[in-house]
T-cell receptor, first 117, second 111 residues
Framework: DTGVSQNPRHKITKRGQNVTFRCDPISEHNRLYWYRQTLGQGPEFLTYFQNEAQLEKSRLLSDRFSAERPKGSFSTLEIQRTEQGDSAMYLC???????????????FGEGSRLTVL | QKEVEQDPGPLSVPEGAIVSLNCTYSNSAFQYFMWYRQYSRKGPELLMYTYSSGNKEDGRFTAQVDKSSKYISLFIRDSQPSDSATYLCAMEAENTDKLIFGTGTRLQVFP
């Protein structure tokens, strides 16, 4: 078990460019979450998947953001036309949940840090 | 007003001290309460998980939940320099499937 893997770990881009982050969850986990964390703040929920279905998106996720989880395995988070306000740590987490629901125990990756110049 | 309030610190204590970390919340629907530890430039890792009210102990860590006061605590006994990290409280309401985090409290334990 290699844990949750995120790539790239750090991305520096110019305003207006597109960026994509990848998350590989723990293999048997059916839930995958994306959170955003800015300096001095706790993680904020962005979206989550149950297998390949995206079940909820936060209002924080503007139209420039899109997330996918094809085949219920890895996930990608794309940000189009980046803005300086998008600079943050993007955290991916996965969990294994049963029929009773709930988030389960979230296992986080080390995050992908985005710097928009 | 944020749903979850947490003093950002920093909290600086000598090695061996008892540390008390706290969060308050406003949403009475929260039923699941967690504490995560986050080292610098790392992802959060789960320390303690409590359902509804009560106490839970795990080694040097004790989590308490007081739903009547909307107040949760994490106690760390015999604190060590390796405990130096940011501690995040997190909560979840029934049937919502997402955690709401506090801002985190930065703890420094000096030798």
């Amino acid at each position: 078990d290699t844990g949750v893997s995120q790539n790239p770990r750090h991305k520096i881009t110019k305003r207006g460019q597109n960026v994509t982050f990848r998350c590989d969850p723990i293999s048997e986990h059916n839930r995958l979450y994306w959170y955003r964390q800015t300096l001095g703040q706790g993680p904020e929920f962005l979206t989550y998947f149950q297998n390949e279905a995206q079940l909820e998106k936060s209002r924080l996720l503007s139209d420039r953001f899109s997330a996918e989880r094809p085949k219920g395995s890895f996930s990608t988070l794309e940000i189009q036309r980046t803005e300086q306000g998008d600079s943050a740590m993007y955290l991916c987490a996965s969990s294994l949940v049963g029929p009773s629901g709930g988030s389960g125990e979230l296992f986080f990756g080390e995050g992908s840090r985005l710097t928009v110049l | 007003q944020k749903e979850v309030e947490q003093d950002p610190g920093p909290l600086s204590v000598p090695e061996g001290a008892i540390v008390s970390l706290n969060c308050t919340y406003s949403n009475s629907a929260f039923q699941y309460f967690m504490w995560y530890r986050q080292y610098s430039r790392k992802g959060p890792e789960l320390l303690m998980y409590t359902y509804s009210s009560g106490n839970k102990e795990d080694g040097r860590f004790t989590a308490q939940v007081d739903k009547s006061s909307k107040y949760i605590s994490l106690f760390i006994r015999d604190s060590q320099p390796s405990d130096s990290a940011t501690y995040l409280c997190a909560m979840e309401a029934e049937n919502t499937d997402k955690l709401i985090f506090g801002t985190g409290t930065r703890l420094q334990v000096f030798p």
